[in-house]
């Protein structure tokens, strides 16, 4: 069998492509080159196997027109004779189909075994309850609203605004963050010492990098708190000093012996325990950093959201020389929107923008424009007390449903946020039995004392609901305590 081209001109060892498939020939033509320097008698073994694996990975497409013989035996200088015969092995094989006169393709019944990307986004596959804490409810997400503010930016967007921004962010965005969070959360917000990032883990990443670079190795970490604090600073090189809690915020005994000069908090909705840090506390914090020139580190994660009395103020609006603030809008809008922002002392704002410039040259603009729009045009503030109402009712059935299936339940931490801790009575445990009952119900929840040393003991819960329906609330406690009741 022999088959016709219409390529010519390529000289030995440049590869000619087929006029119907140009790109995909190309991309696949050096596999065979090794066939050319092979033994002479392992050669068209060589060939054969070369060709039917650029067929099986995908580099040569299904259609794709092969070169005739003698353009290929020409490239890869070898017979002619042993070009024909692999063509012929591979179309009796199914891989390659050949018309007289009209050429040899690569065959449709193969399929390339192109592997499916993983999607490796936390998620509690299979649960039939799932009460795991940090996410918002996504379907209340403004689609319409926002729609209409990506339109409206994209209409008044010049084309100069699209080249590389500012580190810090645009400054439309900058100034709208600094209105919006002076007026909500009593920050004192200079548009000049907001950095955009992406979400409060580029943060504290950030803030990580400049304290490595000034020498710090340690910092204080909240004891319970969110695993991702330490592991943060972790990835910058500093080490991650647990630090207690109690009933007031941190503990400042263990604070001072730590001899930290930086400490996260997250003082409005303390996550886990879910307390406020008292005023005297918050006082307390302030004054030990002026006395070691230190940093508070402020995780404003969910500060929006209180449902018994106005929130109160952020830490940073009584000290922004030794407070670094950092929010979101992961709990308030979506955490895939990868929107947040921080404000720096004075004393690091340089250093901060310098690493920001250096990680990623800046937030994309689109997004910081769209959500500037989003601010001004008031649809931000809309969207929070439709939130809120949603929130607070169903925190309120939570509440009641624990109440009704578990009589004697002890809910604690302020009506705040998107999770409650409930501690179960006594015959509900041990804690293991407990949480092993629970998974083989399919009920995904989570212990308090996964949060760190100091939970305590019992059967203590970290129970997350903003993302459930109420409907959903009642029926997953429900199965809870049939599934666990001793």
């Known amino acids: ?33 090794p066939a050319a320097q092979a033994p002479a008698r392992a050669r068209g073994r060589t ?58 393709w690569v065959g449709g019944a193969v399929r390339a075994a192109h592997p499916g990307a993983r999607d490796l986004a936390p998620r509690s596959l299979g649960a039939r309850a799932d009460f795991l804490p940090g996410t918002p409810d996504l379907s209340l997400f403004p689609r319409a609203a926002w729609a209409a503010a990506h339109r409206g930016v994209l209409a008044e967007l010049p084309h100069s605004a699209l080249g590389y921004p500012d580190p810090r962010g645009l400054p439309r965005l900058r100034t709208a963050l600094a209105g919006l969070l002076a007026r909500r959360r009593g920050v004192v917000a200079d548009p000049e010492r907001i950095v955009v990032v992406s ?50 915020g941190p503990a400042m005994g263990p604070l001072r012996e730590a001899q930290v000069r930086a400490v996260v908090t997250t003082p409005a909705h303390q996550f886990p325990s879910g307390i406020a840090y008292s005023a005297r506390r918050r006082a307390a914090l302030l004054d030990w950093a002026r006395s070691v020139d230190g940093l508070v580190i402020e995780d404003d994660y969910d500060g929006d959201f209180r449902y018994d009395r106005a929130p109160v103020g952020a830490l940073q609006g009584l000290d922004p020389e030794h407070v670094a603030y950092t929010g979101s809008v992961s709990k308030s809008l979506a955490p895939g929107l990868r929107l947040g922002w921080l404000l720096v002392p004075q004393a690091f704002a340089e250093e901060v923008v310098e690493r920001k410039r250096t990680m990623d040259l800046g937030h994309p603009v689109v997004d910081q424009a769209l959500l500037a729009r989003f601010v001004e045009r008031g649809d931000y503030d ?30 604690s931490g302020i009506a705040a946020g998107l999770h409650v801790i409930a501690r179960l009575p006594g015959r509900h445990g041990p804690l293991d039995r407990f949480l092993e009952r629970a998974a083989a119900a399919r009920v995904a929840v989570r212990p308090l004392a996964a949060y760190g040393a100091s939970a305590g003991d019992g059967v203590r ?10 409907a959903r609330i009642r029926e997953g406690v429900r199965v809870m305590a049939d599934a666990t009741r001793a």
């Open 199 to 248: 979400g409060v883990a580029q943060a504290i990443t950030l803030l990580g990098c400049v304290l490595h670079a000034r020498g710090v190795r340690t910092v204080g970490v909240e004891d319970p708190g969110s695993p991702d604090h330490g592991a943060l600073y972790a990835s910058a090189g500093i080490g991650a000093v647990p630090l207690p809690l109690d009933e007031e």
């Open 461 to 470: 819960l970290v129970i997350g609901y903003g993302h459930l329906s109420p």
């Open 47 to 104: 060939l054969q196997a070369a060709l039917r694996e650029a067929v099986r990975s995908g580099r040569l497409a299904a259609g794709t027109r092969l070169p005739s013989t003698r353009e290929l035996a020409a490239d890869l200088g070898v017979s002619r004779g042993l070009v024909t015969e692999a063509y012929e092995q591979l179309t009796a094989e199914g891989y390659l189909r050949s018309s007289r006169g009209a050429g040899t």
């Open 1 to 33: 069998m022999t088959s016709s081209g219409t390529n010519s001109g390529a000289t030995p060892g440049q590869a000619r492509s087929a006029p119907d498939g140009p790109a995909s020939w190309a991309a696949a033509w050096e596999v065979l080159l």
């Open 382 to 411: 809309r969207h929070l007390r439709r939130c809120q109402r949603a929130y607070k009712e169903r925190r309120d059935v939570l509440v009641s449903a624990l109440e009704e299936h578990f009589p004697g339940v002890e809910v």
